[in-house]
Nanobody
């Protein structure tokens, strides 16, 4: 079984930066696609960035050019570097993993088997 633990959230001023980390347990971490979702109050949970088992990436239009997803397979960790943050980026950010061996990116929450507890990101204006 895979367990995910997020860290790195906090309060930052508009224009600032944060780096989120997601540490994973379990075998063959590198063979599973990983994703960052976010959920703001009163809104649906939406994908912000994803990375497949061969380091191919996907970004939502709202974050493209500002956010970067990466993975370090030796450390069993995926990162989300967030630059030029805006108040509309305020949300709880969740790390998610597909089943081991499913390396293709998916964009729906139901297609991810393992989830972290979430970390709050708040951007002040």
């Amino acid at each position: 079984q895979v367990q995910l633990v997020e860290s790195g959230g906090g309060l930052v001023q508009a224009g600032g930066s944060l780096r989120l980390s997601c540490a994973a347990s379990g075998r063959t971490f590198s063979s599973a696609a990983m994703c960052w979702f976010r959920q703001a109050p009163g809104k649906e949970r939406d994908v912000v960035a994803a990375i497949n088992s061969r380091d191919g990436t996907y970004y939502a239009d709202s974050v493209k050019g500002r956010f970067t997803i990466s993975r370090d397979n030796a450390k069993n960790t995926v990162y989300l570097q967030m630059n030029s943050l805006k108040p509309e980026d305020t949300a709880i950010y969740y790390c998610a993993s597909r089943l081991i061996g499913r390396g293709a990116v998916a964009l729906k929450p139901a297609e991810y088997a393992y989830w972290g507890q979430g970390t709050q990101v708040t951007v002040s204006s």
